[in-house]
């Protein structure tokens, strides 16, 4: 019998001894078991790095596509998308609000219906609906059509960020984790270079066909989405019990690996409305939704109104139109590299809230540039702390919340509210930018939510679950499996007093 995590040294470690009476149970046979423990090492190397090409590169294509389509709206509206179908700013305003009301509505069931449905068809389906969303926004006249256009694209696109996250936490352990979130969520981070190349691209074909620049933006990008949605019913996998681009070896071999990181992701779990009011009564929940909306709301303020930003900068004007979409590229560049280097860093440390403690204060110094200063070359630079501080924070924040969860629907019903809430939290981003040239108010509630929401939300579950770790590893809460059947104290979590949360 190995030593129990409370044994096995800081608080905070990612990785569980690898035998435990009490959690690990029905163990798929070894397929190594007659090799060294170099040749196992090696092999799970190769494994990993097979899942990572498989499984990730594609995830990443479909929340680029996501998120571009999502705030492609910002690089429409500074191709005079407000000239042509008559609206106000606080109706323009209203059109990005509506988004985020029916997207967070549907993203908490969206987990649940993924884990019931499948992914291979799930995420397809609910991406080619999206597409469509787009596509035709491209048709519309009046502000009532955008209206429903961008309430349809909230609730069909409502099901992959969330999903996908989750999905990931499924398949690997919890020290590999956020690497993985962070290269898929720089997609957003991508997007944001990529749309404004891609929209520069597309307004040069203002006025073919008899439309404008802006309604080639919705246009294309709705096409190249179906396409891609099609493509991904034979490129999206299911979850590692039933995956068919598995063989049998190398199956037990990602089961085994995840029930040796004492992770139910490794079981067949049947719904039960149980899992549901267990994520509702959850403390960590509510924690992780403050900490996630600190920096949600920022994310999707920048996205939406850098252009508009930038084209307010004393070095340049709104008449130029693809100088502007290609002055917020670079920003976004930057942040791509730092997403991924922190969640990198993030699972070598085997630490999480502390970078978010890290990168807080960074966002804030970008927008505290973009308010003290008139400067342009001080606000641009300010813009690329402030995308940086916030991008990379949120993969962080998801790996740590996904670390510390345990049960399959659990899981993924608390990733789901707590991504829900931070996305709601987008309609106080749409309606806080109506102080041009300089959006004082905009930049400083995008402080106070950094400062509050991440920063202090951060600092507070860091202190919370050190408490909790503390009492298990002085045997507080060895009562909970007292007088238990092996049954029942498997299906405790993270609740069991063995497990240890990460920090």
Known sequence: ???SPRDAGDSGELTPPLKD???????P???DANLS???????????????????IPWLCLLYLMAFLDRTNI???????????????????????????????????????????????????????????????????????????????????????????????SCWYRRDEVAIRAAIFFSAAALSGS??????????????????????????????????????????VHDFPDEARFLKEDD???????????????????????????????????????????????????????????????????????????????????????????VGFISDRHKQRGIYNMILAPIGIAGFIMLIASTNP???????????????????????????????????GMVIGLMIGWGNLNGIVSSNMWSDAPRFISGHATIIAYLGVCLFGGSLLFHILLSRENAARKAGKRDHLIEGKSTSEIHILGDKHPDFLYTL
């Open 37 to 55: 423990d170099a040749e196992k090492a090696e092999i799970d190397r190769k494994l990993v790095r097979r899942l990572d090409i498989i499984l």
């Open 377 to 411: 070359v001080v606000q641009y630079a300010g813009t690329f702390l402030g995308v940086i501080g916030i991008y990379a924070s949120i993969p962080v924040t998801i790996a740590w919340i996904a670390n510390n969860i345990e049960g399959v629907y659990k899981r």
């Open 251 to 341: 199956r037990n071999r990602v089961l085994r690996r995840l029930k040796l990181d004492k992770q139910s992701s490794a079981e067949h779990e049947d719904f039960k409305m149980a899992y549901v009011y267990e994520a509702f009564k959850d403390w960590k929940t509510y924690v992780s939704m403050i900490i996630y909306m600190g920096p949600l709301m920022p994310l999707y303020s920048i996205s939406l109104f850098l252009p508009t930003i930038i084209s307010n900068l004393s070095f340049t004007d709104k008449t130029q139109i693809i100088r502007n979409q290609l002055l917020s590229v670079p920003p976004y560049a930057a942040a791509t590299i730092v997403t991924v280097a």
């Open 74 to 168: 910002g690089n429409a509206k500074i191709a005079h998308l407000m000239d042509d179908v008559p609206m106000s700013t606080s109706q323009y305003n209203l059109t990005l609000t509506i988004f985020f009301i029916s997207y967070s509505a549907f993203e908490a069931i969206a987990n649940v219906l993924m884990k019931r449905f499948r992914p291979s068809v799930f995420l397809p389906i609910t991406m080619i609906l999206w597409g469509f969303c787009m596509f035709g926004m491209g048709f519309v006249n009046n502000w009532s059509g955008l209206m429903a256009a961008r309430f349809f694209l909230g609730v069909t696109e409502a099901g992959l960020f969330p999903g996908v996250n989750y999905y990931i």
């Open 1 to 3: 019998m190995h030593a």
């Open 21 to 27: 009476e009490f959690r690990i149970t029905n163990l």
């Open 29 to 31: 046979i070894d397929p």
């Open 194 to 235: 990529f749309g404004g190349l891609l929209a520069a691209a597309i307004q040069t074909m203002d006025g073919k066909g008899g439309y404008a620049g802006w309604r080639w933006i919705f246009i294309i990008e709705g096409i190249m989405t179906i396409v891609i949605a099609i493509a991904s019913f034979w490129m």
